[in-house]
Nanobody, 116 residues
Framework: QVQLVESGGGLVQPGGSLRLSCAAS????????VAWYRQAPGNQRELVAS???????NYADSVKGRFTISRDNAKNLVYLQMNGLKPEDTAVYYC??????????WGKGTLVTVSS
C-alpha cells in the first residue's frame, strides 16, 4: 500500500505560479511512476504530467512549457511547478502512483483556482 498526500493548492491570479507537492509513504520502494492528474468541474480527469522511476517525463500538450514535474526520491516527494497559470488550469489536482505490480493509488487532491 502507498499513501499519497497533496499540498500547495490555492488561489492564484492569471500568470502566477504555484508549486504542488505530493508526499508518498508506505511501500514507496514499489512505486514505478508518479503522475499528476486534474479534474475540472464537469470534465473528466486528465493527465497533466508524469515521471518514471528513471526520470523520464511526459506532459499534456496544454501544459508543455509551463509546468514541470520532478521527484525527490530521498524525501519521497513529487512536485509540480506550475508557471504562467491560466483560468483553464483551475481544477482539483491529484497525485497518482503506479506500483510495479500495476496497481494505481490516488491522493485526495488539492484545489487550484486561477482567477483575478
Amino acid at each position: 500500500q502507498v499513501q499519497l498526500v497533496e499540498s500547495g493548492g490555492g488561489l492564484v491570479q492569471p500568470g502566477g505560479s504555484l508549486r504542488l507537492s505530493c508526499a508518498a509513504s508506505g511501500s514507496i520502494f514499489s512505486i514505478n511512476s508518479v503522475a499528476w492528474y486534474r479534474q475540472a468541474p464537469g470534465n473528466q480527469r486528465e493527465l497533466v504530467a508524469s515521471v518514471t522511476d528513471g526520470g523520464r517525463t511526459n506532459y499534456a500538450d496544454s501544459v508543455k512549457g509551463r509546468f514541470t514535474i520532478s521527484r525527490d526520491n530521498a524525501k519521497n516527494l513529487v512536485y509540480l511547478q506550475m508557471n504562467g497559470l491560466k483560468p483553464e488550469d483551475t481544477a482539483v489536482y491529484y497525485c497518482s502512483a503506479v506500483l510495479r505490480n500495476g496497481v494505481r493509488h490516488w491522493g485526495k487532491g488539492t484545489l487550484v483556482t486561477v482567477s483575478s
